[in-house]
């Protein structure tokens, strides 16, 4: 069977205020819905794999294949709840420990 | 080499510089190298250049840029004579044919722009391309109203955007996406900004040079215009003096 490629995202999230991760997906999923539709979402198969409420850094694990959509959906987002926020992507690598290591730099 | 990011279109109050050091401090840390704000015509040199000092702290360059909406292509050619050499980017505002037609014929135009909302008055079709093509003028992109706008509206606007950025990219016009944006919340990365002109159908290496390379083109071919020793396209005075 074909190994599944991942692509991790490195988010940084920017709103006045505090957002939990169950928020923060809220608003990733309902912007993925928005423009790309439920067959859209099914395919980025997203996880959230650690989020710093503190700091607002994320970091989120998409398919290889739809990296560019998830993208342009975070790109999309203007409010987390009802607060006016923008999710930034700070960098996209192949594996975690990759990400960590272009974040440190 | 590291690619230069430029937003053409940042729509600040150029009064507030507390508001512009923070907008410039944002940009900078977004990865732009070169903003434009829009003026209004009547502003003088030295708002200009206090504007200019304040984004260089944040080690921005700033492009001074004039929006036109004339109503007949009379007012716009009138503008055009009396604010060329004022600023380095003159955007028009094309509300009626006859201005988008002289707009895109006239080579003292840098950027043509269409209602957003209403899509009666896009006029940027395959005649409006042809003219284009032989000036100097390019398409201007403002990805605000895609952030902002919802459902039916944000559709519609996609589809038109799909429509002219095929036309433009058939005739070889030059497509240039700016955030048009007036708060810094509603500003994105320019990775993202290429991102999101996927939606209307620009591939990535496209929508990067869009946020990149079609705006310093235009910013490079201005500032040499506007610099003293210029004469005319390839001809440049290098040197002055009694020896010459």
Same mark, same amino acid.
């Given at each position: 069977?074909?190994? @599944? ?7 940084? /999230?920017?709103?006045?205020?505090? /957002? ?7 608003? @990733? ?26 700091? &607002? ?8 294949? /739809?990296?560019?959509? /998830? ?5 999309? @987002?203007? &409010? ?20 960590? &290591? &272009?974040?440190?730099? | 080499?590291? #690619? ?27 990865? %732009? ?12 040199? $030295?708002? +200009?250049?206090?504007? #200019? ?24 050619? %009138? ?12 955007? =028009?505002?094309? $509300? ?7 707009? *895109?014929?006239? #080579?003292?135009?840098?950027l043509l722009n269409f209602s957003t909302f209403d899509f ?11 003219? *284009? ?21 944000? +559709? ?10 095929? +036309? ?7 497509? +240039? ?5 007036s708060e810094d919340m509603l500003m994105r990365r320019p ?13 990535? =290496? =496209? ?16 500032? $040499? ?6 004469? *005319? ?12």
């Amino acid at each position: 069977m074909k190994r @599944i490629k991942r692509r991790y995202l490195a988010l940084e /999230v920017e709103l006045d205020g505090a /957002v939990d991760s169950k928020e923060l997906m809220n608003a @990733i999923w309902g912007a993925i819905l928005k423009l790309y539709g439920e067959y859209g979402a099914s395919l980025a198969g997203l996880s959230l794999i650690e989020y710093d409420a503190a700091e &607002k850094l994320a970091v989120l694990r998409t398919s290889h294949a /739809v990296v560019n959509m /998830v993208r342009t959906a975070l790109a999309s @987002i203007t &409010k987390i709840g009802d607060k006016s926020a923008a999710v930034h992507v700070l960098t996209v690598s192949g594996t975690i420990k990759a990400l960590r &290591k &272009k974040l440190k730099l | 080499m590291r #690619r230069t990011y430029a937003d053409l279109h940042l729509c600040t109050n150029f009064k507030d510089y507390q508001k512009v050091s923070r907008i410039m401090g944002k940009a900078s840390k977004l990865g %732009y190298r070169l903003i434009g704000i829009t003026f209004p015509p009547n502003s003088s040199n $030295e708002e +200009i250049q206090k504007i #200019r000092s304040i984004c260089a702290e944040a080690k921005i360059d700033l492009v001074s840029r004039v929006d036109l909406k004339p109503r007949k292509s009379k007012e716009l050619i %009138y503008d055009l004579r009396r604010l060329r050499r004022k600023f380095e980017i003159i955007g =028009v505002s094309c $509300e009626s044919k006859d201005v988008a037609r002289q707009a *895109a014929k006239d #080579r003292r135009v840098d950027l043509l722009n269409f209602s957003t909302f209403d899509f009666r008055r896009r006029f940027f079709d395959r005649a409006e391309a042809e003219l *284009a093509s032989n000036s100097l003028a390019s398409l201007e992109v403002d990805m605000k109203f895609l952030l902002t706008l919802e459902g039916v509206a944000r +559709i519609r606007l996609l589809s038109a955007l799909r429509r002219e950025t095929a +036309i433009a990219r058939e005739f070889h016009v030059p497509i +240039i996406i700016s955030s048009g944006v007036s708060e810094d919340m509603l500003m994105r990365r320019p990775r993202e900004l290429a991102a999101l002109a996927s939606l209307f159908g620009l591939d990535e =290496v =496209v929508a990067v040079e869009a946020v990149s390379a079609n705006p310093l083109k235009i910013v490079k071919r201005n500032r $040499e215009k506007l610099s003293p020793k210029f004469v *005319a396209p390839g001809i440049r005075v290098i040197r002055e003096g009694k020896d010459c």
